[in-house]
């Protein structure tokens, strides 16, 4: 078993930057796939970027490659996500999570069996 909890979201402009943060306690990261997905009200969680654990492989979903990078430390459990160059469409809830089951890139919500609670990002013009 392994808890979540995300921080770092807030308010901000476009074209500016920030970096989520999502900690972990349990059991060792060394052993996850780690992902960000992010939700707008009224529409499916969608996948944002995959760490993964036993390739080192990280992926992006096309609407972020290039601005986002996903990054872990599993020497202290968490796992980042820098945002760069901000859009509006940017703006959800961005989620942290975690699956045992997938030893390489996995990018579907039925994959990961923990998740954090979230954190709102929002992103004006």
């Known amino acids: 078993q392994v808890q979540l909890v995300e921080s770092g979201g807030g308010l901000v402009q476009a074209g500016d930057s920030l970096r989520l943060s999502c900690a972990g306690s349990?059991?060792?990261?060394?052993?996850?796939?780690l992902a960000w997905f992010r939700q707008v009200l009224g529409k499916e969680r969608e996948f944002v970027a995959v760490s993964a654990w036993r390739s080192s492989t990280t992926s992006y979903a096309d609407s972020v490659k290039g601005r986002f990078t996903i990054s872990r430390d599993n020497a202290k459990n968490m796992v980042y996500l820098q945002m760069n160059s901000l859009k509006p469409e940017d703006t959800a809830v961005y989620y942290c999570?975690?699956?045992?089951?997938?030893?390489?890139?996995?990018?579907?919500?039925?994959?990961?069996?923990?998740w954090g609670q979230g954190t709102q990002v929002t992103v004006s013009s």
């Open positions: 349990g059991r060792s990261f060394s052993s996850y796939t």
């Open positions: 999570a975690a699956t045992a089951r997938r030893m390489f890139v996995t990018t579907s919500t039925s994959e990961y069996d923990y």
